[in-house]
C-alpha cells in the first residue's frame, strides 16, 4: 500500500469555503480511477457528511520521510584523479 496526500475543497457558492488536505493509504495506482474513489471514500470516513459537496483538486504521492540509501553506494575509495592542465601558450 502507497500512501497519498489528498487536496480537497468545497465548492464556490458555499459562504464558509473549505480547503484542506488528507492522508490515505490505497493499493491503486496514482491517477487511476480506483485511487481517486479510494481517496473519496476515506474524506467520507473523515468528515462525515459536511463532506459529501467536497470535490478533491488533485491527488500526490506522499514523499518520503526516511533516506534509504546504501553504505556502500556513498562511499569512494578510488584516489583523486588529478585534472590536466591546459597547455599555456606564449604569445609575443
Do not use: N
Not at 476515506?42 to 488533485?58: N, P
Amino acid at each position: 500500500m502507497t500512501t497519498f496526500v489528498a487536496h480537497y475543497r468545497s465548492i464556490d457558492s458555499q459562504a464558509a469555503r473549505t480547503r484542506g488536505l488528507f492522508e490515505f493509504e490505497s493499493s491503486a495506482r496514482l491517477g487511476s480511477k480506483a485511487c481517486g474513489q479510494d481517496a473519496r471514500i476515506h474524506m467520507l470516513e473523515l468528515f462525515g457528511t459536511e463532506a459529501l459537496s467536497w470535490s478533491i483538486d488533485k491527488i500526490e504521492r506522499k514523499p518520503s520521510t526516511r533516506s534509504e540509501a546504501d553504505g556502500q553506494l556513498e562511499l569512494d575509495f578510488r584516489a583523486p584523479v588529478k585534472k590536466k592542465r591546459k597547455r599555456k601558450r606564449d604569445y609575443l
